[in-house]
């Protein structure tokens, strides 16, 4: 496992962009894979994006157009640029890597989408 810190996050109107962080304890992305999942009150923690460690890409159908994963592996960092943002998005975003054999996870962060 790593230890994964995530940053962003916060209260948004609908239609406007947010972009969450997260960062790594190592320099590990480049053979590692990357997600984001989100969970809602009651609800269980869904995907969201992911990508590989080749760099291919997979989005859940409610956000693709809307959502874009990415990493910079020299500031050992993924990144998630939400985009035209709605209510249904709102939830607690997760971020996690998976390495060695090993699923970890941040802390979580709120995302809120105002009406």
Not at 22 to 43: D, E, L, M, T, V
Not at 66 to 87: E, G
Request: aromatic residues 10%; contains cysteine; positive net charge.
């Amino acid at each position: 496992q790593v230890q994964l810190v995530q940053s962003g996050g916060g209260l948004v109107q609908a239609g406007g962009s947010l972009r969450l962080s997260c960062a790594a304890s190592g320099s590990i992305f480049s053979r590692s894979a990357q997600g984001w999942y989100r969970q809602a009150p009651g609800k269980q923690r869904d995907l969201v994006a992911a990508l590989s460690s080749g760099g291919s890409t997979n989005y859940a159908d409610s956000v693709k157009g809307r959502f874009t994963i990415s990493r910079d592996n020299a500031k050992n960092t993924v990144y998630l640029q939400m985009n035209s943002l709605k209510p249904e998005d709102t939830a607690v975003y997760y971020c996690n890597v998976v390495y060695l054999g090993y699923t970890s996870w941040g802390q979580g962060t709120q995302v809120t989408v105002s009406s």
